[in-house]
């Protein structure tokens, strides 16, 4: 079975400055999908970023990139220029490609930006 | 907003209640979900279904009990509940066959079992 782990319950941001959030994952699958979700206060979790294994240059969506170390299982997702907007909890997630889409979730990362 | 939605946002019952839980969503996807989060451990998933069939029951205690009339709506049935069935219950929804595999989730139902 795939496990996730995020070993970061909460970590905190100055404004505009930039933060990485860790996670690590196990699997014997050489081909899978990661994800990075926030969900922010009493919001809808939505999707921030997605990886798939197969690919080796690193995902980027605007002020949001990971770093894929695929030898390592690690999937971090780095914030630059933080904005008070992306307080939230984080979740790092894992699913295979060839299995049904099951969504293994660890459990997440509480960031606080602060103005 | 993802385009999911969920009836009720809260909900306190007792355990000898008979409640339900609503969830819809209008973006033609086929597969729906039920997740349970609860604080400090990762979302558990409960049930998915693809094109009205259950594909997925992840060991979930008979008094959860799902149903999926059709693809765009979800409901979760609930009947004698624990108080550690106290979680937020979210809904997703995802097409079978797209290559960005997201899950599209709904605000989710806070469940208060007293």
């Known amino acids: 079975a795939q496990t996730v782990t995020q070993s970061q319950p909460e970590m905190s941001v100055q404004e505009a400055e930039t933060v990485t959030l860790s996670c690590t994952y196990d699997?014997?699958?050489?081909?899978?999908?990661l994800f990075w979700y926030k969900q922010p206060p009493s919001r809808q979790m939505i999707l921030v970023i997605r990886q798939e294994a197969y690919k080796q240059q690193n995902a980027t969506e605007n002020r949001f990139s990971v770093n894929f170390q695929k030898a390592a299982k690690s999937f971090s997702l780095k914030i630059s220029d933080s904005q008070l907007g992306d307080t939230a909890m984080y979740f790092c997630a894992f699913m295979n490609s060839g299995g049904y889409q099951k969504v293994t979730f660890g459990t997440g990362t509480k960031l606080q930006v602060i103005p | 907003e993802t385009g999911v939605t969920q009836t009720p946002r809260h909900l306190v019952m007792g355990m000898t209640n008979k409640k339900s839980l609503k969830c819809e969503q209008h973006?033609?996807?086929?597969?729906m979900y039920w997740y349970k989060q609860s604080a400090k451990k990762p979302l558990e998933l409960m049930f998915v279904y693809n094109f009205k069939e259950q594909t997925e029951n992840n060991s979930v205690p008979s008094r959860f009990s799902p149903e999926c009339p059709n693809s765009s709506h979800l409901f979760l049935h609930l009947h004698t509940l624990q108080p550690e069935d106290s979680a937020l219950y979210l809904c997703?929804?995802?097409?079978?066959?797209?290559?960005?595999?997201?899950?599209?989730f709904g605000p989710g139902t806070r469940l208060t079992v007293t």
């Open positions: 973006l033609g996807h086929n597969a």
């Open positions: 699997t014997s699958e050489s081909n899978y999908y």
């Open positions: 997703a929804s995802s097409k079978e066959g797209q290559l960005t595999y997201e899950q599209y």
